[in-house]
Every structure is written in structure tokens, then in C-alpha cells.
């Protein structure tokens, strides 16, 4: 198992470095020149000439790219930001737990709710209440999330005036966010887990377990769904990278300072070592995710525990 | 997603085979309705629409809906009915033409990926990997960020940011078709590789194709509103149903209607493609049932 565990992370490595080299080569096609952005139209030519310098911008591409990695991997520095001159490194690190907060508090709501409703669905199949929640999660699906905020905003702050609408500081205010971001997730897992419920009521060992007089609730909660946890479980770790990636625009709406409304505002300043950094730092959160579901397999699965003695 | 079987659509079965079968569904037949409307407004907008997009008349501005304006009018008094419909235009466009994208390139890596194998193959999918490890509304951001705005940057931006997906999808296709008869019946009259992939291996593998395209006109519609929404896609005047919900969003609490239109027509248009992908996966491809 130890052995399987660090051979996982040394598989990161690659992508990583991957990752970094198309978000790397990115900034570095992107139009504009970095020092005329930073010093502004005023700066003479000697003075950008020695910005150009000092910052390595007139390296050979490819190392640009290897002192770029260097300094993330032995100093945690991916640049800095054109405008206000700070580590990107610490601008994320102060904007994550915003961020983190929001995700996994939709997370959370999701899998409350989606999981006992997809189950309740998969039971009656083809009831009055299935087919309701099966339309409903389509309608879910199909919601852009901007939109949906702004309709909350409309709606619960703006005429009702019971939550705020924007802020981030006490738990009024992660209501709206979360509402906004989970009904996705929540869509996906109620449908994961709706679908791969019906496919294991139908074997033999849950029709065992009912012959043998145990109580529907045990042969639901504990045979069928212990068996069906397996796709749940990824679609979940999925979509957290999903709410990371969704929390750009919902963060924006609702002005959270996490990492997704620090790269908006980047964006809209032309500060690409900030949006490019943000990049980075959500994949890499991305691939630890997956990394930890699939130990989480071996955690709820015996038979892939099994694998790996 | 990886490995499915191989589907076969019978010839002789065919279209109506899938229509009559299609017609049993009725959300995906509400779906195809409400597309094959869409798809009209985009075609004969220049026609339906009482009002040309960019027609200002500053008189006019933020007027109620009314049976002048059925949706009300903007800020520059424009009228938001014409301009939602010829956003049709802008949004089936981008969706088409961004799935093409991700379809010809996704298609062409994974085909060869599939067929060829062995080093090929680990070298193209560890490069799909990489690109599905960044999740595909930032990979847009980060495309877009460094082409910049606009209408053809944006669909470029899209359509890379999913060509993994397809890519993976049909790989999968091709590894579980590669070994088939017919595949090495055309090997044994000297078909060359080319031939071989383009016509025998991947109409054998439309049916998934069709299915995650329909899927993926859906998902890049609303990737591309995003964009638009946090200012990397369209530029105004142009007028693009995620721009106008982002340009409403400034009046939301005295003209919430600016913002509440374009948003329904972004949903009504993803939750016609999502019932009617659902509805042709259910049809062409059983085993891809979610």
C-alpha cells in the first residue's frame, strides 16, 4: 500500500511539470511586453532594458521555463504580480482558505443531499419522485452558475433582504455562494449515485441479503450503497476540482476574495503571472484531490485494498 | 469513460431506426424542438428580429417589457428581444465550431493514439492527461487570457481546453475496435493505415462521437458565456447572451430583466442539448448510459 501511495506521487511529477510548461509557454505567448506593463509608457528604454534584464526576460525561452521551475520547486516563487509587485505565491496562499471554505462547504451540501436523494430515487425508480428529481438535476446541469447567483442575489438579498450578498466574513454570507455552487455538484452526484445504485440492487448478493431476512434498511444503506460507493466517490473528487474551477466566476459575484476572484481581477489588469499562477495552483490542487480519492478507493473498496498488499 | 465497446449502426436500420426510437423520449424530443428553433432563429435572424442588435435610441433606454419590447430595452435603449436572438447566432457558432475544434484534433489524436499503441499512445495520452489535470473553464481562462478577447480566440480557447475529453473518448473506441474483423480483413487487402482509420474505424465509432458533441455544444456554450461573463470573450457591441447577463448585472436592482432574458436563454438552450444528448445517448449507445 505505502509502496502504491509513493509511487502515485511520484506520478504527479510529470504532470506537473507538464502543466507548469503549457501555463509557462501561455505567459510567455501572451502579447504585450512584461516590462513595459510593470514600469508603464513613461519608462525610458534603459530603464526597461534593465527590467528585461534583471528579470531574465531576454533568456532563451527554454530557460526562462528551467528558472522558472527551479524557484517553484526550491523556493515556492512563481513570479511576482505586475501590479502590486507581491509574491504570487503568497498572494494565493492569503486568497486559498477563502476559496477552500466555499468548496468544501458545497462539497459538504452536496453530498448531504445528493446522496440520500439519489438513493431514495434509484429505490422508486421511475416513481412521480424520480422522474421530479431526474428532471430537476438536468435543470441543475444546465444552470450557468453566473447566472444562478445573480438570481439569488436578486431574489434572497436584493427583495428579501435575508442573506448579503457580498463578503465573506461570517456564516450569513456563505449561504448565497453556496447555494449558488453546489447545485451542480449536487446534480451530478444525485445522477452518479441514482444510476449506480440501480445497477447494483439488481445482483444476486442484495437479493441474498433480502432473502435472508435482513431489513430493507440494512440491504440499502449498507450492502447496496457500500457496493455502489465506488463511481459516487469519483465523481465527487471530480467535481471538487470542478468547485474550485466554478468558484472563479461565483467568487466574482458574490466578491469572496479567494483565489478565483484574485485571477478575474488579474485578468482584467493584465496581470498574467497572477492568473497563470492561479492556474497552476488549481491543477496541482486538482491532481492531489484525484490522488486522494484513489487511495480513498482502496478505503472503502476491499477488493482493491487487496490489489496492493 | 476509457474503453467502451464498439457500437454498431446498422445501415439498413439506420436514421429511422434512431428517430422512431428517439420519439419515444419526450424530454428529448422537446430538447431537439427547442434546438431545431434555435438553429432557425440563428438562420433567419436578420428577418425575425423586430429590431436590428446594435439600434440604439437613447429615449428608449431602460424601458420595461412591453409589447414593443418584449423583453425591454438596455442601457443604450437597444431592444434585448432582437438582441437575444441574434445571440443564438453568436452561441451556436461558438458551440459548433469549438466542439469542431476539440472533435477534428481529439479525434485525430486519439484515433492515432488507439491504432498505433505502444509509445504513441503513452506519449499522446500522458499529454491528455496533463491537459485534463488543469479543469477545462481555466484552461479556457488561461487560452484566452493569452490570445486575448474575442469571438475566434474565444472558440479557440474552448476547443482546445476539451479536446482532451474526445480524444480519450475515442481511443477508447478505437483500442476496443483495433482487433476486430473488419479492421483485419481491410489490413489484409492492403488498405493503408490512413484508409483504415478514416474509413472503417472511425464510422464505427460515430455513436459515442455524436452523443459527447451534443454534450460538448452544451458545455461549450456555457464555458463561453463565462468567459464572456468576466470580460475574456466577446466584446460589445457583439451581442453575446453571457456579455449581456454580465452588462445587466450593473442595473440588477432596478432592471433585473436585462439580466434575467439573456439567462434564460442560455439555459433553455444547454437544457435542450443536455435532453437531447441524454435522449441519443440512450438511443446510439446504451452501454455509455451514466
New interface residues.
Given amino acids: 500500500m505505502i509502496k502504491y501511495i509513493f509511487k502515485r506521487i511520484l506520478s504527479l511529477i510529470?504532470?506537473m511539470l507538464?502543466?507548469a510548461f503549457?501555463?509557462f509557454t501561455?505567459?510567455y505567448?501572451?502579447?504585450g511586453d512584461p516590462a513595459r506593463i510593470v514600469l508603464g509608457d513613461q519608462a525610458t528604454e534603459e530603464a526597461l532594458h534593465e527590467f528585461r534584464e534583471k528579470e531574465g526576460l531576454n533568456d532563451p525561452f527554454l530557460v526562462q521555463f528551467g528558472n522558472y521551475v527551479w524557484k517553484a520547486v526550491t523556493r515556492g516563487d512563481i513570479g511576482r504580480s505586475y501590479m502590486t509587485r507581491r509574491s504570487v505565491a503568497n498572494e494565493i496562499m492569503s486568497a486559498f482558505p477563502s476559496t477552500l471554505k466555499l468548496a468544501l462547504s458545497c462539497v459538504i451540501a452536496a453530498i448531504i443531499l445528493g446522496v440520500p436523494i439519489g438513493i431514495l430515487s434509484a429505490i422508486r425508480q421511475n416513481s412521480l419522485f424520480d422522474n421530479v428529481t431526474r428532471?430537476l438535476a438536468?435543470?441543475g446541469?444546465?444552470?450557468?452558475?453566473?447566472?444562478q447567483g445573480?438570481?439569488l442575489?436578486?431574489l434572497f438579498s436584493?427583495k428579501l433582504r435575508w442573506f448579503p450578498s457580498s463578503g465573506f466574513d461570517t456564516w450569513a454570507t456563505l449561504v448565497l455562494p453556496t447555494l449558488t455552487l453546489a447545485c451542480n455538484p449536487l446534480a451530478v452526484i444525485t445522477?452518479?449515485t441514482r444510476?449506480s445504485m440501480l445497477e447494483v440492487v439488481r445482483q444476486d448478493y442484495i437479493r441474498t441479503a433480502r432473502a435472508k431476512g435482513q431489513s430493507e434498511r440494512i440491504v440499502i444503506w449498507r450492502h447496496a450503497l457500500g457496493n455502489a460507493l465506488i463511481p459516487i466517490v469519483t465523481v465527487i473528487g471530480l467535481q471538487f476540482?470542478?468547485l474550485?474551477?466554478?468558484a472563479?466566476?461565483t467568487e466574482?459575484i458574490f466578491s469572496i476574495p479567494g483565489v478565483g476572484r484574485l485571477?478575474?481581477d488579474a485578468?482584467?489588469m493584465r496581470d498574467?503571472p497572477v492568473?497563470?499562477g492561479?492556474?497552476l495552483f488549481?491543477?496541482i490542487t486538482?491532481?492531489f484531490v484525484?490522488l486522494m480519492v484513489d487511495l480513498l478507493y482502496a478505503w472503502v473498496d476491499p477488493r482493491i485494498r487487496a490489489q496492493y498488499k | 469513460m476509457s474503453a467502451q465497446a464498439p457500437v454498431k449502426m446498422k445501415s439498413e436500420a439506420g436514421l429511422l431506426d434512431i428517430w422512431n426510437r428517439l420519439r419515444k423520449n419526450h424530454?428529448a424530443l422537446f430538447g431537439l424542438v427547442i434546438v431545431v428553433l434555435l438553429v432557425f432563429f440563428a438562420i433567419t435572424a436578420d428577418f425575425i428580429a423586430p429590431y436590428r442588435y446594435d439600434q440604439q435610441n437613447l429615449m428608449k433606454a431602460f424601458e420595461s417589457p412591453s409589447k414593443e419590447h418584449f423583453f425591454g430595452t438596455d442601457e443604450f435603449g437597444r431592444d434585448i428581444f432582437s438582441r437575444i436572438i441574434h445571440g443564438s447566432r453568436i452561441s451556436l457558432q461558438v458551440g459548433m465550431i469549438a466542439v469542431g475544434i476539440a472533435v477534428v484534433f481529439g479525434g485525430l489524436l486519439g484515433s492515432v493514439a488507439g491504432y498505433y499503441g505502444g509509445r504513441i499512445d503513452n506519449l499522446i495520452m500522458?499529454?491528455m492527461?496533463?491537459?485534463l489535470?488543469?479543469?477545462?473553464?481555466?484552461?479556457a481562462?488561461?487560452?484566452a487570457?493569452?490570445l486575448?478577447p474575442g469571438l475566434y480566440n474565444m472558440m479557440v480557447a474552448v476547443g482546445i481546453s476539451s479536446t482532451p475529453q474526445y480524444a480519450r473518448i475515442i481511443r477508447g473506441s478505437v483500442l476496443s475496435l483495433r482487433g476486430q474483423e473488419f479492421v483485419e480483413a481491410a489490413k489484409a487487402v492492403g488498405s493503408s493505415d490512413t484508409r483504415i482509420i478514416l474509413k472503417h474505424i472511425i464510422p464505427n465509432c460515430l455513436a459515442p462521437i455524436i452523443v459527447q458533441s451534443t454534450l460538448g455544444v452544451?458545455s461549450a456554450i456555457?464555458t463561453a458565456?463565462?468567459l464572456s461573463?468576466?470580460?475574456?470573450g466577446i466584446q460589445p457591441p457583439t451581442p453575446e447572451w453571457?456579455a449581456m447577463?454580465?452588462g445587466g448585472?450593473e442595473y440588477?436592482?432596478d432592471y433585473?430583466y436585462m439580466?434575467?432574458f439573456?439567462?434564460l436563454a442560455?439555459?433553455i438552450t444547454?437544457?435542450a442539448l443536455?435532453?437531447l444528448g441524454?435522449g441519443l445517448r440512450d438511443v446510439l449507445d446504451p452501454k455509455l448510459?451514466?
Avoid at chain 1, 446541469?141 to 447566472?147: A, G, K, N
Wanted: glycine residues 10%; positive net charge; charged residues 10%.
Fill in positions: 510529470p504532470v507538464g502543466v503549457i501555463v501561455l505567459l505567448l501572451t502579447p428532471f438536468m435543470v446541469l444546465s444552470m450557468p452558475v453566473f447566472w445573480v438570481l442575489i436578486l436584493v445522477r452518479m444510476s476540482g470542478t474550485l474551477a466554478g472563479v466566476l466574482s485571477m478575474v485578468i482584467k498574467y492568473v497563470q492561479g492556474v488549481i491543477a486538482f491532481s484525484n | 424530454l500522458r499529454a492527461d496533463i491537459l489535470s488543469i479543469p477545462s473553464i481555466l484552461l481562462i488561461a487560452i487570457a493569452s486575448g452544451a456555457l458565456a463565462g461573463f468576466i470580460g475574456l453571457g447577463l454580465s448585472r440588477i436592482r433585473a439580466t434575467i439573456p439567462g442560455i439555459m444547454i437544457l443536455n435532453f441524454d448510459k451514466r
